[in-house]
Nanobody
Framework: QVQPVESGGGLVQAGGSLRLSCAAS?????MGWFRQAPGEEREFVAA???????MYADSVKGRFSISRDNVKNMVYLQMISLKPEDTAVYYC?????????????????WGQGTQVTVSS
């Protein structure tokens, strides 16, 4: 199986925006974004099911938006109103299930991650 490949990370000022992209095949599976800050556990950010249903962590609701393009085999994470606490390595993952899930053990394919740094 092909591992997901993330892109689009970078350095942005607080209040700015970034869009992360992930090349990942698996149109019948849910896709998710997770993040890990230095010294912290990896945490769920957002997920989109095969049918297009979405779910978000409370900390990003209203600011982040996940979407998928099954024709291009891409998943996106649009991030606005970024805060310094959003600084982390962001990982794209493909689930074993079709419905969106925040539980990391339900994902079996992970990308290498892309760094997002938000300066204050």
């Amino acid at each position: 199986q092909v591992q997901p490949v993330e892109s689009g990370g970078g350095l942005v000022q607080a209040g700015g925006s970034l869009r992360l992209s992930c090349a990942a095949s698996g149109r019948t599976f849910a896709m998710g974004w997770f993040r890990q800050a230095p010294g912290e556990e990896r945490e769920f950010v957002a997920a989109v099911g095969a049918s297009g249903n979405t779910m978000y962590a409370d900390s990003v609701k209203g600011r982040f938006s996940i979407s998928r393009d099954n024709v291009k085999n891409m998943v996106y994470l649009q991030m606005i109103s970024l805060k310094p606490e959003d600084t982390a390595v962001y990982y794209c993952a493909v689930a074993r299930k079709s419905w969106a899930t925040p539980v990391s053990i339900n994902y079996d394919r992970w990308g290498q991650g892309t760094q997002v740094t938000v300066s204050s």
